[in-house]
């Protein structure tokens, strides 16, 4: 079946330092959606990229989504400890007109004061 | 605005005793809705989903059944719990297809 992979698995940054997680599907998707996971909450959406090769920032964030519509990635300038958290990306892939969402593994980021 | 509600938040079963857990959706009409279950320190693994009452696809085999008696309700059952059911489990609604999900609060399940 489909997989979704996100490395790395965990990442413990000084805060100030830069954070990038990779999202790496095996088939080619519709779109690609980034979550946020506070510990103990449950995910938060961020954003979705639809184009190929598109980017889109948030502030301190920078997501990309790959020319052939398999990887993408989150980029996070000068971390806060407010960025602590899991991030998920999920890939929409359409089977027979209906729209599954499969999330991927979850890079887990801790920032350090 | 459109809100989700999911309980209980926590629950202890023991094992071979049956399970309910429910989902409900305001605010919005017709919303796809989905079930996943987060084991500890895990990715999300898609249950679930529903397109419409009574329309309800799985995704993997397992010990567990899907219900959505109402266009907003959305029910996990199971009727002998295992060990390997132990998790967190989050009920999910998007406003159509290729939309945003947003997620309950989610219900801590230990099976002992």
């Known amino acids: 079946g489909q997989q979704v992979m996100q490395i790395p698995q965990y990442q413990h940054v000084q805060e100030g330092e830069d954070f990038t997680t990779y999202c790496n599907s095996s088939?080619?998707?519709?779109?690609i959606q980034w979550y946020k996971q506070r510990p103990g909450g449950h995910p938060v959406f961020l954003i979705q990229?639809?184009?190929?090769?598109e980017v889109k920032k948030q502030k301190r964030l920078t997501f990309q989504f790959g020319e052939a519509k398999k990887n993408s990635s989150l980029h996070i300038t000068a971390t806060q400890t407010t960025d602590v958290g899991t991030y998920f990306c999920?890939?929409?892939?359409?089977?027979?007109?209906?729209?599954?969402?499969?999330f991927g593994t979850g890079t887990r980021l801790k920032v350090l004061a | 605005s459109q809100t989700i509600h999911q309980w209980p938040a926590t629950l202890v079963q023991p094992v071979g005793s049956p399970l309910s857990l429910e989902c409900t959706v305001e605010?919005?009409?017709?919303?796809?809705l989905y079930w996943y279950r987060q084991a500890a320190g895990r990715g999300l693994q898609l249950l679930f989903y529903?397109?419409?009452?009574?329309?309800i696809s799985s995704e993997v085999p397992q010990n567990l059944s899907a219900s959505r008696p109402q266009d907003r309700q959305f029910i996990l059952s199971s009727k002998k719990l295992l060990l390997s059911d132990s998790g967190f489990y989050l009920c999910?609604?998007?406003?159509?297809?290729?939309?945003?999900?947003?997620f309950g609060s989610g219900t801590q399940l230990s099976v002992l």
């Open positions: 999910a609604w998007s406003a159509g297809n290729n939309e945003k999900l947003f």
């Open positions: 999920a890939g929409v892939r359409t089977t027979s007109g209906t729209y599954k969402y499969i």
């Open positions: 088939t080619t998707l519709s779109n």
């Open positions: 990229l639809v184009k190929s090769g």
């Open positions: 529903s397109v419409g009452i009574g329309q």
């Open positions: 605010g919005t009409s017709n919303p796809n």
